[in-house]
């Protein structure tokens, strides 16, 4: 069986070792490389190519969201999960906006954070409850009657029939995994909509893709 290959970014020694530690305990996980800052993490990344990378947010030389953003535009198919001591709205918009595939807090269960990696791991958006209640007050807030006069047009992305249907479940919150079963189609085949449709709209992540399949009024 293959491992997923894991990079672990954080400033705090004794977090990057006890992550390490947890994660290396799992069959099906291996941290292959750590570091200290988002710039020795994007060298680390660019050198190992891991599947997964869990990074902090507020680091000396290269912050977590900048970081984030540079990994995903030089390997988009590494997914980036976010794991901080912050809960600030700014911070998970801009994560989510860079690419990130999640976003969760330190003092999260660590059963449910081994969890957490092999849903991301399989393309699936990972937000705690309470980030994920702060995300859509953020939005509700910033989707104002200007937006909304101005709000995209769905004829502009040329979706197909069945992308647009697949678009109304990403934006009410369901998983691959979930649309798979409502649809009674393969996950391998539901995944292949949702890249279609990242790539129709111009984004490179869930978070992104709901923010403007909602916009589209989906």
Known sequence: MDKIKIVIIDDQTL???????ILDLEDDMEVIGTAENGKK???????????????????????????TRLIKEKYPSTVVLILTTFDDEDYIVDALCNGASGYMLKDMHGDKLIQAMRDGYEGNMIMQSNIAAKL??????????????????????????????????????LTNKDISEKLFISLGTVKNYVTNIYNKLGVANRAAAVIHLRKLGL
């Open 15 to 21: 977090m990057r070792d006890g992550l390490k530690t």
């Open 41 to 67: 993490g994007l060298e680390i990344v660019e050198n190992l190519k891991p599947d997964v990378v869990l990074m902090d947010i507020r680091m000396p030389e290269l912050n977590g969201v900048e970081a």
């Open 136 to 173: 859509a007050a953020r939005l509700s807030k910033s989707f104002s009657q200007k937006e909304q006069d101005n709000k995209l047009n769905l004829d502009d992305f040329d979706l197909t029939e069945r992308e647009i249907e697949i678009g109304k479940l990403i934006a009410s919150g």
